[in-house]
Structures are given as C-alpha cells and as structure tokens.
Nanobody, 128 residues
C-alpha cells in the first residue's frame, strides 16, 4: 500500500512561485510513475506533470510547460512540483498520484482517470 501526503500549497500573487511536495509512505518500489494533477471548482481533474520513478523525461501539460518543473528525490521518498510564473488560472486543488502499471502511466490522462494512489490534495490560490 502506498500513501501520499501533499504540502506546500498556499496563496500567492500572479507571477509568484510555489513548490509543492508529496511525501510517499509505503512500498514505493511498486510505483511506476508519479505525477501532479489539479482540479478547479466546476472543472474536471486535469494532469499537470508526470515522471517515471526510474527516470526518463517528464511529461507536462501544455498549459504549464516552461513554468512548472516536476522532480523526485528518491532518497527522501518525495515528489516535488516547482511552480513559477503562476497565473490566476492555475488556481486549483493540487493532487499527487502514483500508479504501478506501465499502461496507465503512458499518459497524464489515463493516470488522471484511473490512477491507483492519490493524496488528499493541497490548495493553490493565485490572485491577480
């Protein structure tokens, strides 16, 4: 079993930065990928960024490319999301997710739809 605990959310003005953290507890060797997802009120959950736990090039949603960076510290069992140049439209609840299946990890969309492990979320609010 894998447990995910997010932190680092908060309120920031447009143009500011935040770094989200996701602490992983449990049998992490079972995970193939980890990622960040977000959901704004009245909107569907969307993928933000994903990374394979054994390395490789991360994938990002077009809306955050060049502004957000996903990274992992395997020694600390922690996933990060560095968010720069934040915009009001980035306001959402941000969730960390992990999945042990290569097929699911093939895209942000599939993890968003059927990802196995999810954290409780951390709120990010960007004011204009």
């Amino acid at each position: 079993q894998v447990q995910l605990v997010e932190s680092g959310g908060g309120s920031v003005q447009a143009g500011g930065s935040l770094r989200l953290s996701c602490a992983v507890f449990g049998y992490i060797d079972s995970t193939v990928c980890m990622g960040w997802f977000r959901q704004a009120p009245g909107k569907e959950r969307e993928g933000v960024a994903i990374i394979f736990t054994d390395g490789g090039t991360p994938s990002y949603a077009d809306t955050v490319k060049g502004r957000f960076t996903i990274s992992q510290d395997n020694a600390k069992n922690t996933l990060y999301l560095q968010m720069n140049s934040l915009k009001p439209e980035d306001t959402a609840m941000y969730y960390c997710a992990a999945d042990p299946r290569y097929g699911v990890c093939a895209s942000l969309k599939t993890v968003s739809m059927v990802g196995r492990y999810w954290g409780q979320g951390t709120q990010v609010t960007v004011s204009s």
